[in-house]
């Protein structure tokens, strides 16, 4: 099954797609329930259970917050920034909240209930949301999943997605995807295309992609435009503006030798404002949102097809790149909970590269070979995240694999297509891989640099 690219590429806020932007969707769901089911008004209470690395991380990570946000009827997609920290602020002081904006009921961040040492068995981002009429008298319960990139399934079987569907040019493998293309003669995001005018107008599935293209710019303008201190106990200093600033004066005007410079200083953006809360593209998650935006900007800036057409440049792009991350999203995970952060950052960069090669001319072998570089060097990437903050190594990690993505396009179109290992068999590796590496490097802050370095209080 083919999943759309705005499944991939969605708007939300920070600091994660998993922790933050899944459980404000799930509670925004219960409430609907709730309000489905007639029993809105009998809600006396709510209780909160949250598992597994939900519970490790998500007070560093704003996944309570988010729940209470969810609870009041709020969605990632929609909410403002400054909308969002008043409320909240409001809410600390009160320690009620207005469930779908309209019945109030006290609840607290501190009153949820945290399981860190209970995984359940169907994915470690688990939540159990119940409510509670007078006297205690459970009224309705339910257990959510969020299993990365802000999908939130409810059990054993996932949910299908709207932009998830079969058609005559739908791929659930890369082999089917090139297969594809060569059968009907059409480019990578050619295909991709083809999918989502299944599910849409072709104007539609272009306004939509440079919608996403400007949020994408708007975030990291966003970064570059504020300094101080990210928030949490880190105490991590804001770089893009400093970097800005010193670029601008160094490279006025944008000689090819500071490419990569300023691929970083977006990459750093973006993550900066990603880790502050802000509002971001989901690409395909929060924690490696910078790295698409800054190979897009890469795309943009420094090859002949971005100059000369920077819409059409980014429609292309993105529908490259979301034609990977179907692939990932299908046959492995982009969860750093489950897979460790190879799902993440590491899914993130082979989709970049993919969308780069096919902006650099490659043929659809080439991209798929490109894909398949960015990953296959990915491979065993954990989730470490210090004090449980998508900050250290997050930030920089994005950076780095940015770069990746870029040499990994660079080295597939010095070649014919022609490679020894196929995507299919990395992305395989890689959810092998996940499947087999220890708990403590998925995203619970109990290993790796979470561990070893000093300030290492998980905010939990």
């Not at 710019?217 to 504020?226: L, T, V, Y």
């Not at 000689?255 to 990459?267: G, S, Y």
């Not at 995507?423 to 087999?436: F, K, Y």
């Amino acid at each position: 099954m083919t999943i759309s690219v705005f499944d991939l590429f969605s708007v939300g806020i920070g600091p994660s797609s998993s922790h933050t932007v899944g459980p404000m969707r799930a509670a925004g769901t219960f409430v609907d329930d709730l309000d489905t089911l007639g029993l809105l008004g009998d809600v006396a209470g709510v209780r909160v259970d949250l598992y597994g690395s939900l519970a490790a991380t998500g007070a560093g990570h704003g996944t309570m917050s988010a729940i209470l946000l969810g609870l009041e009827g709020y969605r990632p997609e929609t909410i403002a920034t400054v909308e969002m920290e008043t409320r909240l602020d409001e809410v600390r002081v009160s320690r009620r909240i207005r469930l779908d904006g309209v019945v109030d009921i006290p609840l607290a961040e501190d009153e949820m209930v945290l399981h860190p040492l209970t995984v359940l068995d169907f994915h470690p981002n688990g939540m159990t949301l119940t409510a509670t009429g007078v006297h205690g008298r459970e009224l309705h319960a339910q257990t959510y999943f969020s299993i990365g990139g802000g999908f939130v399934v409810t059990g054993a079987e996932p949910e299908v997605s709207v932009g998830a569907g079969s058609n005559s040019l739908s791929f659930g493998s890369a082999r089917e995807l090139l297969d594809l293309s060569e059968h009907y003669g059409l480019s990578i995001s050619e295909i991709m295309l083809e999918h989502e005018r299944t599910l849409r107008p072709e104007p539609e599935v272009r306004a939509r992609l440079l919608h996403i293209r400007d949020v994408m710019i708007e975030c990291q303008q966003r970064g570059i435009g504020r300094d101080g201190y990210l928030p949490g106990s880190l105490r991590v200093r804001r770089r893009a503006r400093g970097w800005y600033e010193r670029l601008n004066v160094e490279d006025p005007g944008r000689d090819p030798a500071f490419a990569e410079d300023w691929v970083n200083l977006v990459a750093l953006a973006v993550n900066e404002e990603n880790a502050s809360g802000g509002r971001i593209v989901t690409a395909p998650t929060n924690g490696a949102a910078g790295i698409i935006p800054a190979v897009l900007h890469y795309a943009l800036h420094y090859t002949p097809a971005g100059k000369a057409d920077p819409d059409g440049t980014s429609v292309r792009f993105l529908l490259a790149a979301g034609a990977i991350g179907s692939l990932y999203k299908e046959r492995a995970s982009i969860s750093g909970a489950e897979v460790g952060c190879q799902g993440e950052v590491g899914s993130a960069a082979s989709m970049a590269a993919a969308g780069l090669a096919e902006i650099l001319g490659g043929t659809p072998e080439q991209v798929e070979n490109s894909a398949e570089i960015a990953m296959e060097h990915s491979l065993g990437l954990t989730c470490d995240p210090i004090g449980g903050l998508v900050q250290i190594p997050c930030i920089e990690r994005n950076a780095i694999s940015a770069g990746k993505a870029i040499n990994a396009a660079r080295m597939a179109l010095r070649g014919d297509g022609t490679h020894r290992v196929s995507l299919d068999q990395v992305i395989e590796t890689m959810r092998a891989t996940g499947a087999d590496m220890s708990s403590k490097y998925k995203e619970t802050s109990t290993g790796g640099l979470a561990v070893n370095v000093s300030v290492n209080l998980v905010e939990c």
